[in-house]
């Protein structure tokens, strides 16, 4: 069973750091797109980051607009783990966030979301 488990999430005042952790098991995601997605109160869930693979040992990230230099995505694909970086945190940054993983155009995998607010 493919499991996705994020953790690190949290309260933390404006201008602080997070750094989320997902931890993936059940199946080996070493060459597949994972990312992070976030969903505030009223608002649709958005793409925060994404890491994909690109061959050999090769990765590419990309990051949202708003996330652009404060956040970083990395992956140890020997732990089967992605992480999110989060610097300069700004309340606008509150929001649910979600751990997810492509297989396929069709196949995807979802952690349970870690919840991180950020106060002014």
């Known amino acids: 069973q493919v499991q996705l488990v994020e953790s690190g999430g949290g309260l933390v005042q404006a201008g602080g750091s997070l750094r989320l952790s997902c931890v993936a098991s059940?199946?080996?995601?070493?060459?597949?797109?994972m990312g992070w997605l976030r969903q505030a109160p009223g608002k649709e869930r958005e793409s925060v980051a994404s890491i994909r693979w690109s061959g050999g040992s090769v990765y590419y990230a990309d990051y949202a607009d708003s996330v652009k230099g404060r956040f970083r995505i990395s992956r140890d694909d020997a732990k089967n783990t992605v992480y999110l970086q989060m610097n300069s945190l700004t309340p606008e940054d509150t929001a649910v966030y979600y751990c997810?993983?492509?297989?396929?155009?069709?196949?995807?995998?979802w952690g349970q979301g870690t919840q991180v607010t950020v106060s002014s």
């Open positions: 059940g199946r080996t995601f070493s060459r597949y797109t």
């Open positions: 997810n993983a492509v297989v396929t155009t069709t196949l995807s995998y």
